[in-house]
């Protein structure tokens, strides 16, 4: 039992936190940024390449430096608390993840390298307009051709999809039922392969992403990732880990939104005296407090069951952890903001920024209501280790 | 970051588990986790078997009959205890005067007390709140004069919580009135009840029971000798005994009890074409409090491990178990009271005999009639100990530096 950093966790931290905080302490700075190019910074993504950070869940064979999820929580957390815009959890977290437990040795060859060095960005495109949060509700289909497949259909929300160089896509393969967990294949495919198209648009929170659509996509048989028919599992695998990212990513920013708050408290003055002498705007302060630990305690437990072999005994964990930082980001969000005022709904100060990342988080990979059902399904939480 | 226990730490949990349900009597275990009370003589004798093995005091120092067990194994024992639905040792000896007087008492009052306490020979009761001092514990106004070699005590105490049963109460009085803060010139007193003047009145709770007891002491004479450390430095004693309270506070083993409870019994309570249990709405409901419950839970394990690798340092994290935890225990008790719907209603006086040839009760299921008395009971836990909206003050003070 040991909730601390090692010393390597420890100067990771201190490590990309001196990259990211002062590349986007200053809003102006980041509204150029995202203006330009991808909406991200190509030079800070450089450096998060010569720092290891695209390296970091690759294993060492690949070239990687066989991070796990508690690496990836000290990286995602301080992307949280700075605003990063930088595609790391779709680029190395989703689709690095989806290389590293499904590629064939050829295909990790060709990317993870490119990936490391950071010359080569993937996007996972999988959500349809029909699944909602439901992982195995994939209509795209693949079909079998003499060379290949040929892939058809569309896609929805592709994190960071406007500017990736390969994707990796969900297909159906076999099984008449849409939404059978059996009989999805995923498949590597170049961006701009013929047949691709792409309407790109920004986020809420300042990112971007795609709609992209397959018309008649051909791939060779040597672009499936990982086992024919049988994607459902390692999709499901690497949104586990893909939700331990964003729980972590949520602390990192209600972590600097609360300190924000607190700071706000103690300088503003109102009445001659500063608002934070009030006590009703103390104990709003205390229950920010109190939600961003429980989310931090739950982001821990995340983080460890994200690697978990039991797939029931991950899915009910992560399940947990998600509905945990939904409640506490929404609070601590919509807390935040009402406490600072007029200041808290403009887009000239970070607390709204904060809340707008913090209320995205909450809609991704599954909201509270689906968390909960799979969590009741699970037989609820008292049994867990 | 390893947030396992370690296979020492698995083997001792077993080792806790299996001790208290081989040892505990079931039906004691029963009625406590069917949410009705122990009366005395079950709580002394379950605390007699947890001393015999060396189990009612692990947390004292070792040479008055602690353990020596590490942070993560006190709150292990601690968890299963209640898991188990076991009564815990009476926390007033075991957590309040126990470990004051092993810290501040002298080596005879040591030898006289200690052993006492830990084998529940006297049963204690805690002399702090007073009618006008809640909250604002410091402003007591309950009188020790010293004459001679004796105490002259006058004053009242209230909320003392199964004074009805007492052997013994510590007392907080103010042996200094002249002293510049509040704070100074309290003193803490032991007091036999049995000592003319002192005077008992159980109040009745909401839930129909009674717990709690308003004491008066009327010219009480007790040795000076009972003075539990320096004169006019009981305060000291006090906030040693309240930080002492917190260890225990978020009680999630016995919040986990109750919600097993509530999951068994919703299967078997009629709805419609089917169980309560087949209502997702209900279902969920339960779900959430199992989740925030999770969570504090790896919070409580955060500040065990924490206590373990800085000692007593204050951990921040460790000021959210008292208002997290005595949330989620009255939510527990809400689902309860939802479970039971209107069976919660027939009311059925706990201390009354059933009636010769009947063992059921007026209406409705045997589980129903304790939901209400419960949750009317535990709207407590969120007042006693320092109220969460105290709480909410310290936390703001001491960690947001407010």
Known sequence: ?385 | MDLRFTPEEVAFRDQMRTFFRENIPADIRNRLGSGRHVNKEEWVESQRIMNRHGYAVPHWPVEYGGRGWSPIQLYIYNEEMMSENCPTPLPFNTHMVGPVIAAFGTEAQKAQYLPRIANIDDWWCQGFSEPGAGSDLASLKTKAVREGEEWVINGQKTWTTLGQWADWIFVLARTNPEARKPQEGISFILVDMKTPGVTVRPIQLIDGDYEVNEVWFDDVRVPYGNLVGTENRGWDCAKFLLGNERSNIARIGASKARLRRIREIARSVPAGDGALWDSEAFRHKVAAVEIELKALEMTQLRVVAAERDHGNKPNPASSILKIKGSEIQQATTELALQMAGPFALAYHDSNEEIPEGRNDLPDGFGWADTAAPEYFNYRKVSIYGGSNEIQRNIIAKAVLGF
């Open chain 1, 1 to 385: 039992m040991d909730f601390e950093y090692s010393d390597e966790q420890r100067m990771l931290k201190d490590s990309i936190d001196r990259l990211i905080g002062p590349a986007y302490d200053d809003l102006g700075k980041r509204k150029a940024t995202q203006a330009q190019g991808p909406g991200f910074s190509e030079e800070l993504w450089s450096k998060y390449a010569e720092l290891g950070l695209t390296a970091l869940p690759f294993s060492e064979e690949d070239g990687g430096f066989g991070g796990g999820p508690v690496e990836t929580m000290v990286v995602m957390e301080a992307i949280g608390r700075g605003l990063a815009l930088e595609p790391y959890l779709a680029s190395i977290v989703i689709a690095g993840n989806l290389l590293r437990l499904g590629g064939t040795a050829g295909q990790r060859e060709a990317c993870i390298p490119k990936i490391a060095d950071g010359s080569l960005r993937v996007a996972f495109a999988h959500v349809e307009r029909q699944a909602r949060y439901d992982l195995f509700d994939v209509g795209t289909h693949a079909k079998k051709t003499d060379h290949g497949y040929t892939i058809e259909g569309d896609k929805s929300v592709v994190l960071s999809g406007d500017s990736a160089q390969k994707l990796i896509v969900s297909a159906r393969t076999s099984s008449a039922s849409r939404r059978d967990h059996h009989g999805i294949t995923l498949f590597l495919v170049d961006a701009d392969a013929p047949g691709i198209s792409r309407r790109d648009f920004p986020t809420q929170d300042g990112q971007r992403g795609a709609a992209i659509s397959f018309a008649g996509v051909d791939v060779p048989e040597s672009a499936i990732v990982g086992t024919l028919d049988h994607g459902g599992e390692l999709i499901a695998h690497v949104i586990d880990i893909a939700i331990a990212a964003v729980c972590s990513e949520a602390v990192g920013a209600m972590t600097s939104l609360h300190a924000l708050t607190l700071d706000y408290l103690k300088t503003r003055k109102q009445f001659g005296v500063p608002i934070g002498s009030f006590q009703v705007l103390q104990h709003k302060a205390v229950d920010m407090f109190t939600a961003l630990e429980q989310a931090r305690s739950m982001t821990y437990f995340a983080a460890m069951m994200a690697t978990s072999d039991d797939p029931r005994e991950r899915r009910r964990a992560l399940s947990a952890a998600k509905v945990q930082i939904n409640n506490s980001a929404k609070f601590v969000g919509e807390t935040a903001v009402q406490l600072h005022g007029g200041i808290g709904v403009t887009m000239e100060y970070r607390a709204g920024h904060y809340f707008k990342r913090l209320t995205m988080i909450q809609s991704l990979f599954g909201d509270t209501d689906h968390h909960m059902r799979i969590v009741d399904h699970a037989g609820g939480m008292l049994e867990t280790v």
